[in-house]
């Protein structure tokens, strides 16, 4: 099971506030589109819709590969 949250943030470069989701859970066989962002990056990635700037995020998740039979806490 893929798990989503919504958190507010604040945008490093102009300050404004927005609301972004963060994955505490992730399921690969469930979920094939985030597992090819988290392999390259964009998976972490949150754009501040008032400067376009975009922040990575760091965040703990569990990776669940089914198919592979691994899951990694990241």
């Given at each position: 099971m893929s798990l989503p949250n919504k958190t507010n943030v604040s945008c490093p470069q102009c300050g404004a506030s927005f609301t972004t989701?963060?994955?505490?859970s992730v399921n690969t066989d469930l979920s094939?589109?985030?597992a090819s962002k988290?392999?390259?990056g964009d998976f972490f990635d949150?754009?501040?819709?008032?400067?376009?700037?975009?922040a990575?995020?760091?965040y703990d998740?569990?990776?669940h590969d089914m198919k592979h039979h691994a899951m990694i806490w990241v």
């Open positions: 989701t963060v994955w505490s094939d589109d985030l988290i392999i390259s949150a754009k501040c819709p008032k400067c376009g700037f975009t990575h995020m760091e998740l569990l990776y």
